[in-house]
T-cell receptor, first 115, second 115 residues
């Protein structure tokens, strides 16, 4: 069975601090995909990143970076120099190689960035 | 602009009164799905559709119906809503169901309250 755990329910930081959101997953598949989505206060879900299980290279996009470690089944998300606009709920998700049908979401981490 | 549109965004209803939440996408996507989001549980899939006239149950289908008569539309029907269906609902679409090619794009969400 596939499972995603986001142990941090809520995180609060002050602007310009760095913050890491943890994501731990369980799967028996050797090929799978990992995702991060952002849900700002307006409610929509915004796609941030998708990572194939064969690609363990870390990725950086501006202030965002992702650390994928297969050995610890983790796909952590770091925001550098956080800003108030980063305040949102962030979801990590896991999906089987072939289909979107069994995508599993974590419970989400609510990040609040205070000015 | 490419988008997934859900209506209504907010809905308050009473137990037993049939309702429909509409979902439309303008990207010619084959795959569409419905999720519900509940605190502490993340998003869970209700139903999905691989193409016109092809639908199937997700993880939590009880109390819901869907139809896919046209490619662009995928309405969610609650024949007899109950309070435990109070939730935030998301419609999503992707080019096809095969995850290697596709990322799911989400609508803005529909917040439903059943009294």
């Amino acid at each position: 069975a596939q499972k995603v755990t986001q142990a941090q329910t809520e995180i609060s930081v002050v602007e310009k601090e760095d913050v890491t959101l943890d994501c731990v997953y369980e799967t028996r598949d050797t090929t799978y995909y990992l995702f991060w989505y952002k849900q700002p206060p307006s409610g929509e879900l915004v796609f941030l990143i998708r990572r194939n299980s064969f690609d363990e290279q870390n990725e950086i996009s501006g202030r965002y970076s992702w650390n994928f470690q297969k050995s610890t089944s983790s796909f952590n998300f770091t925001i550098t120099a956080s800003q108030v606009v980063d305040s949102a709920v962030y979801f990590c998700a896991l999906s089987h190689r072939y289909t979107n049908n069994d995508m599993r979401f974590g419970a989400g981490t609510r990040l609040t960035v205070k000015p | 602009e490419a988008q997934v549109t859900q209506n209504p965004r907010y809905l308050i209803t009473v137990t037993g009164k049939k309702l429909t939440v509409t979902c439309s996408q303008n990207m010619n996507h084959e795959y569409m799905s419905w999720y519900r989001q509940d605190p502490g549980l993340g998003l869970r899939q209700i139903y999905y559709s691989m193409n016109v006239e092809v639908t199937d149950k997700g993880d939590v289908p009880e109390g819901y119906k869907v139809s896919r008569k046209e490619k662009r539309n995928f309405p969610l029907i609650l024949e007899s809503p109950s309070p435990n269906q109070t939730s935030l609902y998301f419609c999503a679409s992707s080019l096809a169901g095969q995850i290697e090619k596709n990322i799911q794009y989400f609508g803005a969400g529909t917040r439903l309250s059943v009294l």
